[in-house]
């Protein structure tokens, strides 16, 4: 069974939270606010052993995404399904399942941290902090659905929120160098005409691009609780702002282990790097009328990974018996969400548009009349 970290007030007793605004642990009870260096022995119970992944071996022919190292063996020895605590605070129990790392005690609502979750292989590198906070969350939230103009307007003003709650989410970060080739068909068209004909020229090309690049902390996202494209839509994050993970970050909010390890997380990291180089020589080819991909090749000659947490904010609203989830960058505040659309509004303006085009037409069938 894991151990619980609680973060009490050294003033008071109560507990301490991360504070998004100082950047600091703030006691919600006395105003008492601690740096984080303060309360960083408290992760003396962590495993500081760190993940190290090495070099990859450099490609030979084709795609080549030879990662090296291990990842995601040791879980601690939790049970794979759920877990009960007891809570510090107020003694009441806490179940989670078994992929929470911090959430929240049910019965007095102070945070908790399961520390046994973290340890070893586990332990995340680093954590980006929370930049914004819940409020921030539910003005983006009205922003972004009052800026969409085919939204119903009762979903606008009746939309209320079933839950919304700040979790940091799991990534897997890769760094690599590549080597990356593609070979293109482009095509540039000439055509010229005389007294008695129209003439079109074709001439094809062969186009060839190689270049070495660098990726640094390409995210993947490593929990099966969150969809892929919701957590890619969300980003970027500025690594700049990653610091040594410390346990006291998720006070507060919740977070979750990743269930997807690093070696089930290399094919998506594998997908985006490839794409990212062949858009990036594609970008080099112009003058053409049409260029075709013949052939890529991308040889990684080293590859490392690291693990960290990134902060998301998650919002779900019903609208209509259905629900709709949003999700906010916790430390730029993109926003992203899908939304119910107003049919009435749809069709007025597909009524507009082919009004438009039916005026356009009789004028220009006035004028033509007016020729003759």
Known sequence: MSDLLDYKCPACNGALEFDTKTQKMLCPFCGSTYEMSELAQKDTVLDTQQPDFGNAAQAQQGDQFNWNGEAGQDWGGEDANMSVYSCKFCGGEIVGDANTVATACPYCGNPVVMS???SGMLKPDFVIPFKLDKRAAKDKLKSYVASKKFAPNSF???NKLDEIKGIYVPFWLFDSNINASVSYEGTRVRTWSDRNYEYTETSYYDIF????????????????????DLMESIEPYDFNDAVS?????????????????????????????KSSAEETLRGTVDGFASVTTKYSSVQLLNGVSKYALYPVWLLNTTY?????TFAMNGQTGKFIGN?????????RLFAGVAAGVTAAVYVVGSLLLGLF
């Open 209 to 228: 691009r190689q270049g070495n690049m660098a990726f640094a902390n390409i995210p993947v996202d490593g929990s099966t609780n969150m969809p892929d």
């Open 156 to 158: 606008k003003s009746e």
């Open 320 to 324: 209509k018996g259905e629900k709709y």
């Open 116 to 118: 046994g979750r973290l």
């Open 245 to 273: 993970f410390q346990t006291a970050y998720l006070a507060g909010y919740l977070a979750d282990k990743y269930d997807v390890d690093m070696q089930a997380s290399i094919p998506r990291a594998n997908e985006r790097i």
């Open 339 to 347: 939304l119910p659309v107003d049919k009435g509004k749809l069709a």
